[in-house]
Structures are given as C-alpha cells and as structure tokens.
C-alpha cells in the first residue's frame, strides 16, 4: 500500500556537449591550411511534454532514471559533431513538477505544455571559429559543457472532471466500471483501490472523465489511510459524487453518517467547497439496501443534495446516473474560465547571462556568474593557449578589474565558480594599469624578474601577429 504511483522522484541528465576540434587545413602544395576544427554538438534535453493519452507516472516509477544522449565532437575539415537527441518524457495532464524542497517549478495543464527538465550542455567552439584577426590559427577549442542533471518530483493530481468518493468497498470502482470502458480492480475488502482510475464516460454529446479514489475514512485529512494521497487527487475535479453504501454491514454505520464523516474530511483538507455534489445511493439492487435508500432520500433532499440511486451489479439507475452528471459537467465547464493556452514551454531559471560578483572570502576570492563559470568549464586546463584564451576572456569581461577593487593582489587565490563545483587559480593579473605592480607593502613586482604567464602569453602572441602577418603579406604567385 504504499506503493501510491502519483509521486515519483526522477532523476534526470541531460546530454554533454562535444568538444570542439582543433585541426589545421591540409591539402597537397599548401603546407600552411587554415584552421578547420568543427564545432561540437548540443547535448540532448529532457523534455517533459503532456501527453492526453498517458494518465499515470507509473512508467517513471518503474524506471526513474532518465539520460539524453550527448552531443558528437567537432571533426576536422569544418565538420561540425552531431547534436544529440532529445529525450522527450510523456506525462499526464496535471502533472506537477517540484524541487526535492518541495518548491513547484512547474504545472504542466494541456496537451503539449511543455517543461525541460534538464537542459542539454553547450557544444565547444572549434578552432575555426575561434579563429580572429589576432588569434589567426588557434591552437586549441574549447570544451563541451557538461549537460545539466538533477532531480524532480512529478506529482500527479488527476484531471478529472468527476471525483466519486466515499468509504472503501461502497462500490466507487464498480461504478467507473460499468459507467465507461475502464477496468478497476474491484473486491470486498477495504483500500482495494490503491490508484486512482481513470474513466471517460459519454452520455449523449457529452464526454467527460470521472476519477476513481481509494477509499476515504475517519481521519483521512489527517493522512490516515490512504488519506492525504488520495485528497490530492480530488483537488482538480469540476464534480464531487458522494457514493454512498446502502447495505453496509457494521451496525454502528450508516449512510447518513457516512456522508458527515466524509464531508468533515473534505472540509479539513479544504478547498473543495465550491465543487457542485451529488449523491448516490449505491447497492440498491440488495431489498434491504432499497428500503434504507427510500428512508433517507427525503433527508438528503432537504439538505440539498441532488439523489440518484445506482446498483453497479445489477446495473441499475446507470444511465440516469451518467446523464445528470454530464449535465452538471457541463454546466461546470461553462461557468469556468478557458485554460490557458497550451504548448507553453517552461525553462528551469531564466539564463542570467548578465554579470559576474566577485566575493573577497577567507584567504581567497571567489568569481561567480554565468559566463566566467561557463567559461571555466569550456577550458581545456592542459592547453596553455586555451588557458590563455580563458584569461583574455575573464580580462575583457572586466573580471581582474574587479578583483582589484575587492584588492585582490597578484599571487592571490581566485576561485571561480560555486563552492561544489570551482575551479582554483593562482592569480597573475595581465592588465597593466600599474595598480597591482604595487603588489602588497614592501614588495614591488615591478622588480621581479620572470614575466608572469599572463606577460608571456602576451608577447608570444605578438610574436605569432608578426609571423601571421608575413604569412600574409607573403605571395608566391
Ligand atoms: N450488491 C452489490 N454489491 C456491490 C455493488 N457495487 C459494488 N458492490 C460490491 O462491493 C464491493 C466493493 O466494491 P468496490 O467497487 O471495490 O468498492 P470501492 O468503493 O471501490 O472500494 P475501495 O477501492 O476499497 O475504496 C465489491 O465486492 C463489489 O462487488 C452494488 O451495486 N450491489
Ligand atoms: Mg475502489
């Protein structure tokens, strides 16, 4: 029984990103090609999408860890790597989709709604494309991200138009059985339903669907039972129908009370006050279960209720049952405001592609913000010229601007990214304004004798210009 298939926690993982390629042109009698590295491919997103025709999570229960697959690396010659192929989940429509902190990220309503789960990694630059007027023939490409993954919760509160509730075995799942074409497990003993059935109904031109729930008892508000599982369900029905049990067998209950007891319920969980009800009097077809529906149906009158009587065994009273509720249904459906269009496609978090902060904390300083993070990680560390591309890209961002500020000084500790997943530097600043030569008290940089790495990379590059430029001014023909 605790196997309740509405919430499920899936793990997800969406594709790497392929690395872009660093390749130099080669052809016969043209020693010195361009650089044709390619650039590597998307990773694949997982997408949930609702899907009409799936109506349970039990799919993801079984199997709760989901992968897309990765984007292909650049090749030489401009090839650029494959991207890879998103992995699109069907859920139901309803579905719920939370952080494992409970906070709701998404409520997917409508055919097509759309939520990516976990967004697929950036494919890296190839060395083409990070070819420039100064970086003519670049020796390296930059890294494939690594594809988002985590986990969510998908929760599921049925989309019915019709909820039947009432206490276990008054006959609920008997009745969606012989109402529309669903199957439900039905037997005498209670909680015999554990997940809520699913049945469309038509009753002249109107179609609708009608939910099946466990069993309600005492206390269930409170989450005895199967109580607060099955509360969650009712939430999104348009129509409340109290399936009542004419011929139960305890002495102490009786339909009536029955009623109460599961009406107290409902007001605890709250919420459902507004949902039109109506009641139904079920087992009619037992003599002594006639005789107590023909007793208490004036009462339920004079409190309002709109009765009906029903045997699901001996089919009795079910097209009339079918028919008033298509009309309340109908009714209902007027009265509501149109859902919101569909096809709406949910993103995580907006990309904050804006800024950067720099934090000054114990002993060292920490760099967060999309881009330089991103960038980290598009950086092969074991090429020193990728390196060196990372460094110009954090400089012209105005990241060693800021470091200063926060007074940062050469030869301090940098750290970019968040605590989890950073990556540590040894700072060597490369902008020459003069403020970080004064270095800290008594030490002046001015008279260190090597260059730092960032001055050597510098003047290798210079050095490369000049060569690229006699390589282009040069013409044999
Ligand atoms: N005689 C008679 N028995 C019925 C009728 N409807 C249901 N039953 C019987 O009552 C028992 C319980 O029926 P279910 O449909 O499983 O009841 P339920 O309300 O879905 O029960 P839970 O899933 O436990 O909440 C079964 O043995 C049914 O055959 C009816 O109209 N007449
Ligand atoms: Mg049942």
Redesign the pocket.
């Known amino acids: 029984m605790t196997t309740f298939v509405d919430r499920v926690e899936l793990h997800v993982a969406a594709g790497n990103g392929g690395h872009g390629c660093a390749s130099v042109h080669r052809e016969k009698f043209k020693p010195l090609g361009g650089p044709d590295g390619g650039n590597g491919g998307r990773g694949g997103d997982v997408i949930l999408v609702v899907d009409q025709s799936v109506t349970t999570l039990l799919d993801y229960h079984h199997s709760p860890h989901r992968k897309a697959t990765n984007g292909k690396p650049g090749e030489g010659g401009n090839r650029s790597g494959k991207d890879g192929t998103d992995l699109v989940l069907p859920v139901p429509d309803g579905t719920v989709v939370l952080d494992k902190r409970g906070n709701v990220l998404a409520d997917l309503i409508g055919e097509g709604t759309t939520y990516i789960a976990a967004q697929g990694g950036r494919g890296g630059l190839g060395n083409a494309a990070l070819a420039s007027a100064r970086r003519k023939a670049p020796g390296f490409a930059l890294l494939g991200e690594p594809g988002h993954s985590g986990d969510v919760i998908l929760e599921l509160k049925t989309v019915a138009d019709v909820a ?1 509730v ?12 012989v109402l529309s074409a669903a199957k ?11 997940v809520p059935n699913l049945g469309v109904v038509t009753a002249g031109s109107t179609v609708y669907t009608i939910a ?5 008892i005492p206390g269930a508000s409170q989450g005895k039972g199967l109580g607060l599982e099955f509360l969650r369900h009712v939430e999104r029905c348009s129509v409340l129908v109290h ?1 009542l ?1 004419t ?1 139960a067998l305890e002495s102490e209950r009786d339909p009536l009370t029955d009623l109460d007891v599961i009406e107290a319920e409902l007001a605890q969980y709250g919420g459902l006050d507004d949902r039109p009800r109506v009641v139904v009097l ?5 003599p002594d ?1 006639k005789d107590l529906a023909d007793i208490i149906r004036p009462d339920l009158e004079a409190r309002g209720y709109q009765v009906l009587e ?5 089919h ?1 009273g079910l097209k009339e049952l079918s028919f008033a509720l298509a009309k309340i249904v109908a009714e209902a459906r007027a009265a509501k405001p149109k859902e919101e269009a569909t096809r709406i496609v949910i993103r995580p978090k907006a990309v904050d592609d804006a800024g950067f902060r720099v934090v000054a904390e114990e002993g060292f300083y920490r760099v967060l913000g999309e881009k330089p993070e991103r960038w980290v990680r598009q950086t092969d560390f074991a090429n020193d010229e990728a390196v060196g591309y990372l460094a110009d890209r954090l400089a012209r961002l105005g990241v060693e601007e800021e470091l200063m500020k926060a007074g940062a000084h050469s030869g301090d500790e940098v750290v970019i990214g968040p605590e989890d997943d950073a990556v540590v530097f040894d700072w060597e600043p490369s902008l020459a304004t003069g403020a970080e030569m004064l270095g800290r008290r008594g030490e002046d940089h001015r008279f260190d004798a090597p260059r730092p790495a960032a001055q050597r990379r510098r003047d290798r590059d210079a050095e490369r210009d000049e060569a690229d430029e006699e390589f282009d001014t040069f013409k044999p023909f």
């Open positions: 039947l009432g206490y276990p075995s008054a006959g609920k799942s008997s009745l969606i059985s439900p497990k039905i037997a005498d003993y209670p909680f015999t339903t554990l099946d729930v466990p069993g309600l399936v049990d011929a079920n087992k009619v077809d037992i279960g029903a045997s699901a065994v001996a009795l």
